[in-house]
């Protein structure tokens, strides 16, 4: 099973990640947490050029084929053998992000970005993307807290203009409008536990595992 985690900035995919990763492991299935871009070594030196400020000039064409160059890296090295061996796999972004920012924020064509993504992943595709919903400014807000206090920095992608975060989390919304069976959308304003509750609901019915109470 592979679930893909998505979101505007600051939705809180990492916590909500944590969280259920432990909750399916103490169901006694093996669970993967890995992200993106990263996740392997190569993918790690791609998403530093990514995301450095250094790095303003960069086309969004190349953005889009940096991306994929890591993601195909992470499903071959890393997402495939583990589901392969009957795991579960929970990704901090996939290819939904090239999808909403480079497709929706930044409006290159969508087709084409489906044909490059394809290539990438040699069509794998996420069994559920759960998609923490969160208004783009309070989640900026919550994000630039965070950088400040020392967790993150503040990235490139980040600093982009608010309107391009709108249209990011638009192409979310209309994504998940499209494909109902396969993405789950969460408020992601509502408590931590609640965020957790709804996620667990909907992995304990396609996983068909008792929610228990912890
Ligand atoms: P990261 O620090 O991992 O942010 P987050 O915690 O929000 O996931 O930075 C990843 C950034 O890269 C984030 O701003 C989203 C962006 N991104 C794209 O623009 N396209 C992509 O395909 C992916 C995977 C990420």
């Given at each position: 099973?592979?679930i893909?985690f998505e979101g505007?900035?600051?939705s809180g995919k990492?916590t909500q990640i944590?969280l259920l990763?432990?909750w399916v492991?103490?169901?006694?299935?093996?669970?993967?947490?890995?992200?993106?871009?990263?996740?392997?070594?190569?993918?790690?030196?791609?998403?530093?050029?990514?995301?450095?400020?250094?790095?303003?000039?960069?086309?969004?064409?190349?953005?889009?084929?940096?991306?994929?160059?890591?993601?195909?890296?992470?499903?071959?090295?890393?997402?495939?053998?583990?589901?392969?061996?009957?795991?579960?796999?929970l990704?901090?972004?996939?290819?939904?992000?090239?999808?909403?920012?480079?497709?929706?924020?930044?409006?290159?064509?969508?087709?084409?970005?489906?044909?490059?993504?394809?290539?990438?992943?040699?069509?794998?595709?996420?069994?559920l993307v759960a998609y923490l919903d969160i208004?783009?400014?309070?989640?900026?807000?919550?994000?630039?807290?965070?950088?400040?206090?020392?967790?993150?920095?503040?990235?490139?992608?980040?600093?982009?203009?608010?309107?391009?975060?709108?249209?990011?989390?638009?192409?979310?919304?209309?994504?998940a409008?499209?494909?109902p069976?396969?993405w789950l959308v969460v408020d992601a304003g509502q408590r931590v536990e609640d965020v957790q509750g709804h996620l667990r609901a909907r992995v304990a019915e396609m996983?068909?595992l008792?929610i228990?109470?912890?």
């Amino acid at each position: 099973m592979f679930i893909a985690f998505e979101g505007p900035e600051g939705s809180g995919k990492s916590t909500q990640i944590m969280l259920l990763s432990g909750w399916v492991r103490e169901r006694g299935l093996s669970v993967l947490t890995t992200r993106e871009p990263g996740g392997t070594a190569i993918g790690d030196r791609v998403r530093a050029i990514l995301l450095d400020h250094a790095a303003s000039e960069m086309s969004p064409q190349a953005e889009v084929l940096l991306f994929s160059a890591a993601r195909a890296q992470l499903v071959s090295e890393v997402i495939r053998p583990h589901l392969e061996a009957g795991g579960v796999v929970l990704c901090d972004r996939f290819a939904d992000s090239t999808m909403a920012y480079q497709g929706y924020g930044h409006q290159l064509p969508l087709d084409k970005l489906a044909t490059i993504t394809e290539f990438a992943t040699g069509g794998l595709r996420p069994d559920l993307v759960a998609y923490l919903d969160i208004d783009v400014q309070a989640g900026l807000r919550r994000k630039q807290q965070h950088a400040q206090d020392d967790a993150g920095q503040w990235n490139r992608m980040e600093a982009k203009a608010l309107a391009f975060h709108e249209r990011v989390r638009a192409g979310y919304l209309a994504m998940a409008a499209a494909d109902p069976a396969r993405w789950l959308v969460v408020d992601a304003g509502q408590r931590v536990e609640d965020v957790q509750g709804h996620l667990r609901a909907r992995v304990a019915e396609m996983l068909q595992l008792a929610i228990g109470d912890r």
